[in-house]
Each structure stands twice: as C-alpha cells, then as structure tokens.
C-alpha cells in the first residue's frame, strides 16, 4: 500500500510539473525578454530582498522557540535559526523532509518526543491558518471599502481557512479530556492542549505570523519595483497570506510554482499583467533558494555534527 502510494504520488507530481512546464512555455513564449529581468536587477535590490529572507528565517525560527518553551525546551540561538533554514532546506528536496529532519534533531539532541513534536507543529499550523485567514478578510473587506473590488472565491478561502481551524481547535480542546486508550494519541491531545491552553503562546505566535506577513508583503513588493512592475499594495497584501500558505501544498518540493501559480491567478482575477506578476515572485523565489541553499548546507552539517556529539537533555510533557 505504502508502494502504491508513493507512486501515485510521484506520479501526480510528474503530471502538476507537467501542466506547469506547458503554462510557462505559454506565458513567457512571446515574451521571453521577461524572464531576463531576473538577472537584471541591481545589488541593492538583491541586498534588500537577502535580507528580509534572512527575517523570514529568523520568524520561522522564533515560532520554534514559542512552540517549545512550553515543554521547557530551550534553544540556542543558533539551534533555532538554524532548525528553520534545516526545514526549508529539506523541503526544497526530492524527500520533501524538512520536518522529520527537524523532529530527529529535537528527540537527538534535546529528548523531545515525536508526539509532542507533532502536536507543536499541528498546533503551529492551526494558528498560522487562523491569523493568515482573518488577515485576508480584513483585507478584502478594505479593498472593498476603499475600492469598491470584491472578489468572492478569495474571500471563500480565508473564510475558510478561519472556519476550519476554529473547529479544529474546539475538536482538540475537547479531545484532551477523552479517556483514550491508545498512549500515542493521549500524549498528542495532551501535547496540543499545553500550548492551546496557554494565551500568552498563541497571542506571540499570532504576533509573529503578521509580523512574518508583514515582511512577505515587503519581499514582494521589493521584487515587483526591482522588475519594474507597478502593483497596488493592496492587491500584494491580499494575496501574501494565500500564498505563503502554499508551502503547505506538497504537490512539489518546496511548494515549487504552487505558489507562483496562486499568484498569478490573483492577478488574473483582478485584471492584472499575469507575466508581469509571475516574474516579480519568481524572483523572489530565486533569492530565496540562493540562501535555503547556501545556508542550509551550512547549518545542516552543523545541526548534524551537534545532534550526534552533542549532550541530551532530558524533556518531557510539561506546562508553562
């Protein structure tokens, strides 16, 4: 079964790789000049964008030190960077392994058990879809305020994304108090109810997922003047949540085009230049591999000299 599974996997892959290849040979096949702007922006422009990359690490890297202080784990700040450029780094490869290579550095080097692992990250991600979600719709209902715009389907998505992870969360909130018999399970309800029980987490995590927004809306912005492409912010603020969410569709490693392709169909939806568009975030996503690359080989020998060498400390299920 597991067999069929990732076969059909890859295949699926294969296929959405496929569609993508036909879509850019269509998009840029007339206008091929285009794509040279990636080469073409200046060294102040790649700084900027470099550097707000390095942000989006560093948020990445807080959210792991919110998500662990409850268990009483406590990271370095070098473990914690490093952690979240060992993730994307990962992520971008054919295995797609960002986060198992992080929960075995945690059990190896800090004790941390796989199921409270799990519960950090499922907890994590709840929060990250109910912050993204609420955002979108603020968003939307400024631009149809100040623009008069509404786009319906856009506003289905967040909307959704709220819903469900409200009801996810009332789902693990009450299932921590279940008498269940099999262990695993019990430890991962207990897990999820340490951090959605404790508001101080949540309200940082929350902070931090705007202030990570906040940076991705910049990045982009950089990107679009740096390929001389003139976008309203608006249409860049409501488009950033959907499309940082996109890391969490696996189709491709890394969410590789995924996330170009949410946001070109934005930019159809709202009437504007889909190449234009689509050249500015794949820029963005050019500088940002340049440095997964370039700093996860780093960190990822580092983390991995360290987990073998270094000293366990003992951790467990604890409040705070």
Same mark, same amino acid.
């Given at each position: ?32 000049d ?10 102040g422009?790649?700084? #900027?964008? =470099?550097?707000?990359?390095? @942000?989006? *690490?560093? !948020? ?5 030190? %919110?998500? +662990? ?13 490093g952690?979240?450029? #060992?993730? =994307?780094?990962?992520?971008? @490869?054919? *295995?797609? !392994? ?5 929960? %075995?550095? +945690? ?32 968003v ?60 101080k ?5 929350m902070?931090?997922d ?23 912010l ?44 689509v ?37 467990g299920i604890?409040?705070?």
């Amino acid at each position: 079964m597991k067999n069929n599974n990732f076969t059909y996997k890859v295949i699926a892959q294969f296929v959405f790789l496929l569609i993508t290849v036909v879509f850019i040979i269509i998009l840029f096949g007339h206008n091929a000049d285009k794509l040279k702007k990636l080469l073409d922006i200046s060294v102040g422009n790649f700084l #900027v964008i =470099s550097g707000l990359v390095i @942000l989006t *690490f560093a !948020g990445n890297g807080i959210k792991n030190v %919110l998500l +662990l202080l409850p268990f009483n784990v406590r990271l370095r700040t070098a473990e914690w960077f490093g952690l979240s450029v #060992v993730n =994307s780094f990962w992520n971008y @490869l054919p *295995f797609q !392994g960002g986060l198992v290579a992080k929960g %075995l550095y +945690l059990k190896r080097q800090h004790s941390f058990p796989y199921t409270e692992y799990v519960s950090t990250v499922s907890s994590s991600y709840l929060i990250t879809f109910f912050s993204f979600g609420f955002i979108g719709c603020v968003v939307l209902l400024m631009t149809f305020v100040i623009h008069g715009t509404y786009a319906p389907l856009p506003f289905v998505i967040y909307g959704a994304l709220m819903a469900v992870s409200v009801a996810a969360v009332i789902f693990l909130w009450q299932a921590k108090s279940w008498n269940i018999g099999k262990k695993v399970l019990a430890r991962y309800f207990i897990g999820t109810g340490i951090i959605l029980k404790n508001k101080k987490t949540i309200l940082r995590l929350m902070l931090v997922d705007v202030v990570m927004l906040g940076v991705y809306v910049a990045r982009l912005a950089v990107c679009f003047t740096a390929v001389g492409v003139h976008v309203d912010l608006s249409f860049i603020m409501l488009v950033a949540p959907i499309a940082l969410l996109s890391i969490f569709v696996t189709i491709t490693p890394g969410g590789l085009v995924v996330r170009e392709a949410l946001i070109g169909l934005f930019a159809f939806w709202y009437s504007l230049n889909v190449s234009d568009i689509v050249v500015g975030s794949l820029l963005d996503r050019t500088v940002m591999m340049i440095w997964v690359f370039a700093l996860g080989a780093v960190f990822n020998y580092l983390l991995s000299k360290w987990a073998i060498s270094g000293t366990r400390q003992e951790t467990g299920i604890q409040g705070g």
